[in-house]
């Protein structure tokens, strides 16, 4: 059923992710296919796994971008330019385009926790919902012709037979930086609401009308470079506090 | 967007294949003809073919019928719906015409309103796809249908001269469709070279507040389904050329030949109108080509593109 939930989902599970935090260390994209290329629907298949042209389907990208300043500076020399980190997955939108174009019913938003789904047994791979998500959220498996997306970890978040620790999304328990948060948005109580109003979470491309359950939170203000420059050795001017009595006093001795 | 073979065969050959449907079920030409039994069965050959080629790109075709059920929320559901329904008038028509050489005037009516509904479902598959700006507008639709109804006018005309007559009124309704259909994509062309992206590297992010953001690192070295299907581009240099090249094949030739056929003998104006329709047909290809080729999606701006 492709027209979206009628009624406001009563919990909007996703994923807050730290812009500030995250190292690109990609740890979350391969805990991310490992999981899945075992779990839910199809294998994440590889195309040439081991030759020089291998592509294959992953749920989780790490890019990097470069932000400069106006008046700024080329990252790698002085200045307050700046790289970011930056994952992206399925926003499980609340109103989510790829949902609504799907000719055949596959794609779905679930109405008890909004998580947008693809059912594999009625997807023809006609490839239209890649097309509509504006973020690249979503890719097709070419050995089985049929979409994949991030499910959240649907068949990890309500497995009772998993530890507590582990019902969450595989790359939030994976992240080695704690830049991946996982909760109900819906609730204003829940650790990911308060996260996102402390810090001021944003949404990705609002004017695609898309209204994304999942934040970005954005990287705190870089200290400037030439303030946190040590005094040289030779230069006592400006010491404060103890080093200043110890300035005194060695140049007393 | 990556201008894939099976779909712009298939939205051009059942863009003329409808185009054609529409003139036969308003009554153009002279049902009893051969000329005309051939033009039918050209139409439906045509409509098929494209939708064949349009389920080469799938993943799974032997579910296809599924695509049918969503066409409350689906416009290619709409689509695939109105296609199989349409060949209900269209296959009466044509049997009326191929054996008892006879138009049905409510059942063709019928057949014409269908076939142009199907093309603007068409449209809207893409139109409605706000990721991809170059779409996004009215003037997608306006264009499919433009060119939909003028390709049915050449091929008409085709079929008129090989019926032995062709009189002026038809070629100069294909002469207005032609027109009003290049003028239509100049318009959206326009459209394109103009607008201001209303998606950036900086909205994509969200860290436009802090500076020109610009991608330093791919996620990965090497392409993915998504720099595959959606990172083409084509020099804008070339698509200036291009747009040239179709609009002359496609919008003049045709229009200067249909002209000439209304005022020479039967064997001319049959060579004349043939022309009109080689290069109409290669002016809406090269167009189509360039419908993709030319359209930026949103995506690109993780990329790079
Ligand atoms: S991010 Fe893309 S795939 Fe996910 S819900 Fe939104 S539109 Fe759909
Ligand atoms: S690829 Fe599958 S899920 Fe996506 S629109 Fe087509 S049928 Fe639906
Ligand atoms: S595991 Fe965490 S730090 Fe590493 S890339 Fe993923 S989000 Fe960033």
Not at chain 1, 219 to 240: F, H, I, Q, V
């Amino acid at each position: 059923m492709t027209l979206l939930p009628t009624t406001r989902p009563p919990k909007k599970l996703g994923l807050v992710i730290d812009l500030d935090v995250c190292v690109g260390c990609h740890a979350c994209v391969i805990s991310c296919k490992e999981w899945n290329t075992g779990g839910y629907g199809a294998a994440l298949s590889d195309q040439d796994p081991y030759g020089a042209d291998v592509t294959g389907t992953f749920l989780n990208r790490i890019h990097t971008f470069e932000i400069v300043p106006e008046g700024g500076e080329i990252v790698g020399e002085a200045g307050d330019a700046r790289i970011v980190h930056f994952p992206k997955s399925c926003l499980h939108c609340d109103d989510a385009p790829c949902v609504t174009v799907c000719p055949t019913g596959a794609s779905y938003k679930r109405e008890e926790d909004g998580i947008v789904l693809v059912d594999e047994d009625k997807c023809i791979g006609c490839g239209l919902c890649a097309w509509s998500c504006a973020y690249g959220a979503r890719e097709m498996d070419l050995a089985a012709g049929v979409m994949k997306k991030c499910t959240l970890c649907v068949d990890r978040i309500y497995n009772e037979t998993l530890a507590e620790v582990d019902r969450v999304p595989s790359c939030v328990r994976t992240c080695p930086a704690n830049a991946r948060h996982y909760g109900d948005l819906a609730d204003p109580s829940s650790n990911v609401s308060i996260l996102v109003a402390e810090r001021g979470g944003f949404d990705l491309m609002p004017e695609q009308g898309t209204r994304p359950v999942n934040k970005y939170l954005p990287p705190r203000p870089r200290d400037r470079l030439a303030d946190k420059a040590m005094p040289l050795a030779e230069n006592s001017d400006g010491a404060k506090g103890f080093f200043a009595w110890l300035d005194g006093v060695l140049d007393r001795i | 967007m990556h201008p894939a073979p099976s779909i712009i065969l298939f939205s051009t050959l059942s863009g003329l294949g409808y185009g054609l449907a529409v003139m036969l079920g308003l009554g153009l030409l002279d049902p009893a003809l051969v000329s005309t039994k051939t033009a039918h069965l050209l139409a439906l050959v045509l409509i098929t073919g494209g939708l064949l080629a349009s389920t080469l790109h799938l993943g799974n075709p032997q579910r296809a019928w599924r695509a049918l059920s969503q066409w409350r929320s689906s416009w290619l559901s709409r689509e695939g719906v109105m296609a199989v329904a349409t060949f209900v008038p269209l296959l009466a028509s044509a049997w009326a015409s191929l054996f008892h050489d006879m138009r049905l005037p409510l059942v063709g009516l019928l057949g014409a309103v269908m076939c142009a509904v199907t093309v603007y479902c068409t449209a809207m598959i893409y139109a409605s796809l706000r990721a991809i700006q170059a779409w996004n507008t009215p003037l997608t639709p306006a264009c499919y249908l433009l060119f939909s109804l003028a390709g049915g006018l050449v091929l008409v005309a085709m079929f008129a001269t090989l019926g032995g007559s062709l009189s002026g009124w038809i070629a100069l309704a294909g002469v207005s469709a032609l027109t009003a259909a290049w003028t239509a994509k100049w318009a959206w062309w326009r459209r394109l070279r103009t607008m201001a992206p209303i998606s950036t590297p900086a909205s994509a992010t969200g860290l436009g507040g802090i500076g020109a953001v610009r991608l330093f690192e791919r996620p990965h070295v090497n392409e993915n389904y998504l720099t595959r299907e959606m990172g083409y581009k084509v020099a804008r240099k070339h698509a200036a050329k291009l747009s040239l090249l179709a609009t002359a094949a496609g919008g003049i030739l045709p229009s200067l030949v249909l002209l000439a056929a209304t005022i020479s003998g039967t064997g001319i104006a049959i060579i004349f109108c043939t022309l009109a329709f080689a290069g109409f047909a290669l002016g809406s290809l090269i167009e189509r080509w360039l419908f993709f080729a030319q359209a930026r999606h949103a995506v690109m701006n993780y990329y790079g593109g």
